[in-house]
């Protein structure tokens, strides 16, 4: 323990942080970097860091990633005037050697950022007031990137969203059926097969160049915003790690997806699983209100169809994992990966229940904004 104390002290110091460390605490709420919050006391006043080593296996081109953050959040920096600027935009902290990353004796990748004080993160999006905030954060970041050229850019992970290759994997997985599943699942593959035309035709709007190429965040769920403890009023996107080149279908779809889940994404129950539609009006609301003067006409018609399509992606993807061998997603139980994608194929079909309704809502959203 002792040891890895120091190890860690030696990657803080790396990053030439005024003032005395005093502390340091791990923090077990991210899934792919390891995280510590180091408390530093500089002449009586404490400040704060958090540092991440970046995942290698996820990342494997983490100066690339780190490139891509330093553009936007210096980008998003420039435009905020506000002396509460450090809350409401990450701040790269560079090393001594004035890169925004430090490698450690090991080849591991570091990184440092001033830790956001006063500020909470949400696992669920439980209200109305909290899905509109989350929209208005995420509206608000792409409003602020809607000047920056996403083609500057690195893919971060390559083709992430492309259907028509995640389409490609899943007839490889059927084709292989290497844990013999195929024949227990044919209500799942007919139904995504079914979709397939469908679900494809937003990446290939966007590969055709039909829809503007903007900077993606990628991973639009609640818990990577942060709100302010007191107001609850939205202070800065994190998580950049995928930022990226895209469509912003992907993100708005992200954003309903995993906010209009009556149920959780691994819910047994599909009894549970609904679209929640008072949830996802306050989302395109909040959203519409800080984008709705630059977003073009494809992309204000896609907003309801973005959610149908990242949730089958997720669909896709998770079957594909289940029918591979769950080699890629983290499972509890054997059946987990397809407990998941039945949740996001009745999530699917919730939302074509009520598509009139859900369509004629959001044009009349889009027709006010």
């Known amino acids: 323990m002792e040891s890895m104390h120091n190890e860690l002290n030696n990657i803080i110091q790396a990053f030439g942080i005024k ?3 005093v502390d340091i605490k791990q923090n077990t709420d991210g899934h792919i970097n390891s995280t510590f919050v180091s408390v530093f006391d500089n002449d009586g006043k404490i400040e704060k860091y958090t540092h991440q080593r970046i995942n290698k296996d996820v990342f494997p081109s983490p100066e690339k990633v780190m490139d891509n953050i330093v553009k936007v959040t210096d980008y998003i920096s420039k435009q905020i005037d ?39 993160a949400f696992s669920k999006c439980t209200s109305l007031m909290l899905a509109k905030n989350l929209a208005i954060a995420i509206g608000d970041f792409h409003l602020k990137l809607s000047g920056f050229d996403g083609s500057l850019l690195f893919p971060s992970i390559k083709d992430f969203h ?19 599943r195929a024949k227990g699942v044919r209500y799942e593959l007919g139904f995504l097969f079914d979709n397939m035309q469908r679900g494809e035709k937003i990446w290939k709007d966007y590969e ?26 939205p202070l800065a996107v994190i998580d950049l790690d995928t930022i990226m080149p895209g469509t912003i279908l992907f993100d708005i779809g992200d954003m309903i997806r995993t906010s209009c889940n009556s149920a959780d994404e691994d819910e047994r129950n599909l009894g549970k699983v609904e679209f929640n539609v008072s949830i996802y009006e306050a989302l395109i609301y909040g959203y519409l209100s800080k984008t709705g003067r630059f977003l073009k006409e494809p992309e204000l018609s896609g907003i309801l169809e973005s959610g149908r399509m990242m949730t089958q992606i997720m669909a896709v ?25 039945r949740n996001q194929i009745k999530l699917i079909s919730s939302m074509d229940k009520i598509w009139s309704k859900l369509d004629g809502m959001t044009t009349k959203m889009i027709q006010s904004r």
């Open 82 to 120: 506000s002396k509460d600027k450090e809350r409401l935009v990450l701040k790269v902290i560079n090393a001594l050697d004035k890169r925004p990353y430090y490698v450690d004796q090991k080849g591991e990748y570091w990184r440092c950022y001033r830790y956001i004080d006063n500020a909470v």
């Open 208 to 233: 055709n160049g039909l829809l503007p190429n903007r900077v993606t965040h990628n991973d639009t769920k609640i818990n990577n915003v942060l709100f302010d403890k007191d107001s609850m009023k």
């Open 19 to 21: 003032g005395d460390l």
């Open 317 to 341: 993807r998770f079957l594909t994992d289940y029918l591979d061998g769950d080699r890629y997603y983290r499972i509890s139980y054997p059946e987990h990966n397809l407990i998941r994608a």
């Open 162 to 180: 492309n259907m028509v290759m995640r389409y490609d994997a899943l007839s490889k997985a059927v084709e292989q059926d290497r844990m013999a």
